[in-house]
């Protein structure tokens, strides 16, 4: 705390700082303690022509002064004085600080580097074999601000194993802890920022970017981190190119034409600038005067805040601007001390005593640390007073105190370890450390990396410099409030920067050249979907599945066989219905006139058995409908032509019985008829049936005919039927019917009726005439009939069948039967008149005078 006449008088000067008196304020930059904490930072600017015209390892002259590397100073010397003020905090030991100006330059940052490293209390750097118990004039640097220089003092403070924090370097690079073992930052590295600003690119669409970066370390790898990052996300990156950095006797000019014209060519609306903030400022320059198309520049932390950038003339005609900036806490303390700081620099009283008790060793060597601090008015710095970067060295010092606090053993009543801390050994409670500043609670992770949320930041211009607006943020998931954002076009519509067109719903893109972006639409075709709209091919639906044309799913196909509603089947139903009420009106009249002389023309018995297998096909044809299962598929053929054998054997004796009695002597055909008509006719129908019976066993054990589902035949259903194996084996199961049809045909097709009786042969002929049109007509139309509708086929044909019999044979009897009852006499039918001997012993005479 300052002394009340003290305060006093300060204040007064601050009053005077207008007046332009030269200040003390560079000997505040130094101050001695117990352990003391080196410091890096730009107080100014090295010449452009003084560093390129270098032949001699002389020491640059930075005339430019940095009001930021003022302030961040300050912060750390702030922090450094609030830790010697607490008691929970390294109790009874006081920290100093020596702090040196880098000028932006690594050749200026290496000799504070080099005191750094010297002894203590001396400026001699002594070589040794081990360095263990090496005790340097600094415990722990703090700093550089930028990668270019850390990577440049984070090798040489490694080697010498001396903890060293940066504030602002975020290069990638730098987490290599085999490289950089004692470097640790309080800002996150380049890959958070770039990882946001990705998916910043993706959440706004911009799949068609230009990647621009400066050319030093920092650029490159930055470029490099985002090709993959963009890569992954489908970002194409249509121009990649990289900004020269301002020297001497260089051809800028050239380069960034070329650079920019490149750009301003081709499509793309977005920039990715990942650059320093001079290669930046280079860039712009020529931007502007050459008045380039305007465009969305992604900025890098490096560039965004930057007072050389963003003071530049006409910066607000390049477009929008958004970028990433690193959230700390806020400082509420600094503005009034560094106000306070100002104010004791102008007084003389102060400034004489402070020289007398703060000089230091390397006077006669650097000179005065920061004569452009001693120039300065509070207007000068107060624009960077809210700087983003001051709480990270703020953060900085604490980190290393914590470490300090841990590696002495401090307790509340003091540090109980005596011996002095050397650079190794703090390092050690480094790793992985946790502290706390400005309130946060903060960690180092094992690369020497802190997890910090960034702001998303947009450039709004009110004025001569423009302000940084919150639009979002990013604490690795990114929220955007894209109402606060005032784009560069017309109608502040959103830009769009893409190849091609979005493609439209169920269309994938075929890539053209080399670019993912750039592609054609291409319509997916039925059976196959777009998954994603970054897919680049249609993906198949699985065989269960089906999918219209340019379709953004599939769905789940539905069984299809041939069902009990569906139109066809109810026509054969009701046609099944007709014949099987015909065949029980038949069965019926021939039961009740059995001992007639028609019916036992017909058979008798027998009759009413073809009857009956009949009405059995009819049954069958009701396993065709429904979903097929393997036992329906197995019963369908024996069910169906196992009763169609047994009503054919029956015709047949039918027929043999007419032919017998129309063609052969009259001995030979009352012998051959009583064997037609007594048990041996029942032999004969069961043979035919068990022939019958052997060839549909046969077909079902060598191939049984089986369920299948095909997923391919329907486009939009899976069709469930029964499958034969084997058509030959099926052909064969239809010949035993086949060759009984056949025979009962020949048997009847050359029979002369004789006048006055029935001609039983005539039904015989028609019957088998249907059986064989049917049937004929049966094999072409399952060949080429669809494969749903060949039950329905089967079905068919078996009935028709079924009334091909019925109308040519039975129902005519049934006609004579109900209608004509005076032709039911045994003349009519059986042939046992009077006449009959007679006409036979005549046509016998005829025959053999015929043949005499």
């Known amino acids: 705390m300052l ?32 352990y003391v904490l080196g410091g890096l930072f730009p107080l100014g600017e090295a010449e452009e022509a003084g560093l390129g015209s270098r032949t001699r390892p002389s020491s640059p002259v ?111 690079l730098l987490s290599a802890r085999e490289t950089f073992p004692s470097f640790f930052r309080t800002v996150p590295s380049d890959r958070v920022q770039l990882t946001a600003a990705a998916e910043l690119l993706q959440e706004f669409g911009w799949n068609w970017v230009a990647a621009l970066g400066s050319d030093d370390e920092y650029g490159r790898q930055g470029l490099s981190i985002f090709s993959a990052l963009a890569a992954a996300r489908g970002i194409c990156i249509a121009h990649e190119g990289l900004v020269p950095l301002p020297r001497a006797n260089s051809l800028l000019l050239g380069k960034v034409q070329e650079v920019l014209h490149q750009v301003n060519q081709s499509s793309v609306q977005v920039v990715l600038l990942f650059a320093s903030a001079r290669a930046a400022h280079a860039l712009f320059s020529y931007s502007i005067s050459s008045k380039l198309s305007r465009k969305v520049w992604v900025a890098s932390e490096a560039w965004l805040t930057s007072d050389l950038v963003m003071g530049l003339p006409g910066m607000a005609q390049v477009g929008t601007v958004l970028g990433f900036l690193q959230r700390g806490a806020q400082l509420h303390k600094f503005s009034q001390y560094v106000k306070t700081r100002l104010a004791l620099a102008a007084d003389p009283v102060f400034c004489t005593a402070l020289g007398e008790r703060e000089q230091g060793l390397e006077e006669d060597v650097v000179g005065r640390r920061c004569p452009q601090c001693d120039c300065i008015t509070l207007q000068n710095v107060s624009a960077g007073l809210n700087h983003h970067q001051t709480f990270s060295v703020y953060a900085a010092v604490y980190s290393v105190a914590q470490a300090l606090h841990n590696t002495l053993q401090c307790n509340a009543s003091g540090c109980p370890m005596r011996d002095p801390v050397k650079p190794w050994q703090l390092l050690e409670n480094m790793y992985n450390l946790t502290f706390h500043a400005g309130g946060l609670t903060l960690r180092f992770n094992s690369n020497g990396n802190v997890d910090m949320e960034y702001d998303l930041k947009l450039w709004v211009w009110q004025g001569p410099v423009p302000e940084l607006h919150d639009v979002g943020r990013f604490n690795g998931s990114l929220w955007i409030d894209s109402l606060k954002i005032h784009w560069h076009t017309s109608n502040n519509q959103k830009p769009v920067s893409q190849c091609s067109r979005q493609c439209q719903e169920g269309q994938v893109r075929r890539v053209k050249g080399f670019h993912s972006c750039c592609y054609d639409c291409v319509d997916c075709k039925a059976g196959s979907y777009r998954k994603s709209p970054d897919d680049l091919a249609c993906t198949f639906c699985s065989q269960d599945e089906w999918s219209p044309e340019r379709s953004t799913r599939c769905f789940r196909r539905r069984l299809r066989f041939l069902a009990w509603g569906e139109p066809a089947v109810l026509l054969l139903l009701l046609l099944l219905g007709l014949a099987l009420g015909l065949v029980l009106a038949a069965l019926g009249l021939f039961i009740r006139h059995r001992d ?158 004789r006048p006055g009786r029935y001609n039983r042969a005539r039904g015989l002929t028609f019957a088998m005439l249907a059986y064989f049109i049917t049937w004929v007509s049966f094999v072409p139309l399952l060949a080429n009939v669809q494969v749903v509708l060949r039950p329905a086929v089967q079905m068919g044909a078996l009935l028709l069948c079924v009334l091909g019999i019925l109308a040519a044979f039975h129902l005519p009897r049934c006609y004579l039967l109900v209608r004509q009852p005076e032709l039911n006499t045994p003349e009519f039918f059986l042939g046992r008149g009077p006449g009959d001997a007679r006409d036979r012993n005549d046509g016998d005479t005829g025959n053999q005078g015929k043949h005499e």
Not at 63 to 80: D, I, P
Not at 99 to 122: H, N, R, Y
Not at 640 to 655: D, E, F, R, V
Request: hydrophobic share 50%; charged share 10%.
């Open 3 to 34: 002394h009340p006449a003290v305060l006093g008088l300060s204040l007064w000067a601050l009053l005077h700082l207008g007046t332009g008196a030269p200040l003390c304020l560079s000997q505040q930059l130094r101050m001695k303690g117990d």
């Open 62 to 172: 930075c005339t430019r002064f940095s009001s930021n590397g003022l302030l961040w100073a300050l912060a750390m010397k702030m922090a450094v004085e609030e830790i010697n003020n607490r008691s929970d905090l390294l109790p009874g030991l006081r920290l100093g600080h020596d702090l040196f100006d880098t000028c932006s330059e690594p050749v200026v940052a290496m000799k504070p580097s080099l005191m750094f490293l010297a002894k203590a209390d001396s400026r001699n750097i002594a070589a040794y074999c081990n360095y263990t118990q090496y005790q340097p004039r600094v415990l722990a640097v703090i700093g550089p601000h930028s990668s270019e220089l850390a990577v440049v003092t984070g090798k040489f403070f490694g080697f010498f194993l001396m903890p060293q924090v940066s504030y602002g370097a975020s290069m990638e």
């Open 596 to 753: 007639s002389p028609l019916v036992q023309a017909s058979g008798g018995p027998l009759a009413c058995f073809g009857l009956v297998c009949l009405g059995l096909v009819c049954i069958s044809v009701l396993l065709f409908p429904g979903q097929p299962s393997p036992a329906r598929c197995l019963a369908q053929q024996p069910s169906s032509h196992l009763p169609l054998t047994g009503c054919l054997s029956t015709l047949i004796l039918q027929a043999a019985e007419i032919f017998v009695e129309s063609e052969l002597p009259l001995s030979w055909a009352d012998r051959l008829s009583g064997c037609l008509r007594g048990p041996w006719a029942w032999l004969v129908v069961l043979l035919a049936v068990l022939v019958e019976a052997a060839l549909c066993a046969w077909y079902l054990m060598v191939f049984p005919p089986e369920v299948v589902t095909d997923w391919r035949m329907l486009p939009t259903e899976a069709l469930v039927h029964c499958r034969a194996r084997s058509w030959v084996s099926f052909g064969l199961v239809h010949a035993t019917n086949a060759t009984l049809a056949f025979l009962c045909f020949l048997g009847t097709f050359l029979v002369q009726s």
